[in-house]
């Protein structure tokens, strides 16, 4: 079955880079999503990519696709407090139906 | 529309009793997914609606769980005999797609905290 793996911990200083990493197992997926959860509330979408694709920018968000490798990366430039929450990557499943995702990263930017 | 809404936000109920909640598609959205999240997990697929229609469902999903979506648009989710072990956050999705479109990005609702004592 599919598996998606992710650091479970990221402490980085207000206005650096944060890099937050993901490998998945599953090479019949098309596309990668980042979501984000800020404590109590529920999942807002931050991005995605297409796996035909090895780059996307979005603003202060760059992600990052090794299709070869399975392995995503999710780079946030000129990183805010109000970036701390818990990061999810996330497949979806050929059938474009269920997503599977990680266990998330917690990021935590210090003023 | 404002988005995916679930009520209620918050439950807490006794062990053996039974709880239903309730989630709000976006509007024009055909799909609608139920996941469940535990502490320090990432959400886990229970079972997703095209329409009324109940397509998918996760070995997840006990029969003490039951889901539906009478007229396509809004779906409830009953547990019975809630059990310690259903405690969780239960998030509920929407997308539109036709099953051939792959950007049916999911957006999710605030979630559903059930604590079951």
């Known amino acids: 079955g599919e598996d998606v793996e992710q650091s479970l911990f990221l402490s980085v200083r207000e206005g650096d880079s944060s890099v937050i990493n993901c490998t998945y197992t599953d090479s019949s997926s098309t596309y990668l999503y980042w979501y984000k959860q800020e404590p109590g509330a529920g999942l807002q979408l931050l991005t995605y990519?297409?796996?035909?694709?090895d780059m996307k920018q979005d603003q202060r968000l760059t992600v990052l696709l090794n299709k070869k490798d399975k392995h995503l990366s999710l780079r946030i430039a000129d990183t805010q407090t109000g970036d701390s929450a818990i990061y999810f990557c996330a497949e979806i499943d050929s059938g474009y139906s269920t997503l599977t995702f990680g266990k998330g990263t917690m990021l935590l930017v210090s003023p | 529309d404002t988005g995916v809404s679930q009520d209620p936000r918050h439950k807490i109920t006794k062990r053996g009793q039974n709880v239903t909640f309730r989630c709000d598609p976006i509007?024009?959205?055909?799909?609608l997914y139920w996941y469940r999240q535990t502490l320090g997990q990432g959400p886990e697929f229970l079972t997703y609606f095209q329409n009324e229609a109940q397509l998918e469902k996760s070995r997840l999903l006990s029969d003490r769980f039951s889901a539906e979506r009478p007229k396509g648009s809004f779906s409830t989710l009953e547990i019975q005999r809630t059990e310690q072990g259903d405690s969780a956050m239960y998030l509920c999705a929407s997308s539109l797609g036709h099953g051939t479109n792959p950007q049916e990005t999911q957006y999710f609702g605030p979630g559903t905290r059930l604590l079951v004592l």
């Open positions: 990519i297409f796996s035909n694709m």
């Open positions: 509007s024009e959205h055909n799909r």
